[in-house]
Nanobody
Framework: QVQVAESGGGLVQPGESLRLSCLAS????????MGWYRQAPGKERELVAD???????NYGRSVKGRFTISRDDAQNTVYLQMNSLKVEDTAVYYC?????????????WGQGTQVTVSS
């Protein structure tokens, strides 16, 4: 099973952009679904976006049109481009790798990277 590690979090102002990266320890095979999830204080973890090996994407309602997920299987890396960030995007962002037949909770999770949007 692959291991994943996130990077790229930080503190930004509302309206700014940030790109998160998720590096997998092994090959991201085309049957892996790669996803980004986030958890804000006092809230449950929620899907931000995920992408299949075939490039099909799925976004959470609150980020649709602002965030873009992409994957570079040759580099074993998944990206989350976040534009027009809002204060409510503040959360710990987690990368997830799973075989398509599994639910996310049974996949591999990274340690998370903090994204803080504040003026």
């Amino acid at each position: 099973q692959v291991q994943v590690a996130e990077s790229g979090g930080g503190l930004v102002q509302p309206g700014e952009s940030l790109r998160l990266s998720c590096l997998a320890s092994g090959r991201i095979l085309d049957f892996y679904v790669m996803g980004w999830y986030r958890q804000a204080p006092g809230k449950e973890r929620e899907l931000v976006a995920d992408i299949t090996g075939g490039g099909m994407t799925n976004y959470g309602r609150s980020v649709k049109g602002r965030f873009t997920i992409s994957r570079d299987d040759a580099q074993n890396t998944v990206y989350l481009q976040m534009n027009s960030l809002k204060v409510e995007d503040t959360a710990v962002y987690y990368c997830n790798a799973r075989i398509q037949s599994l639910q996310p909770e049974f996949g591999s999770w990274g340690q998370g990277t903090q994204v803080t949007v504040s003026s």
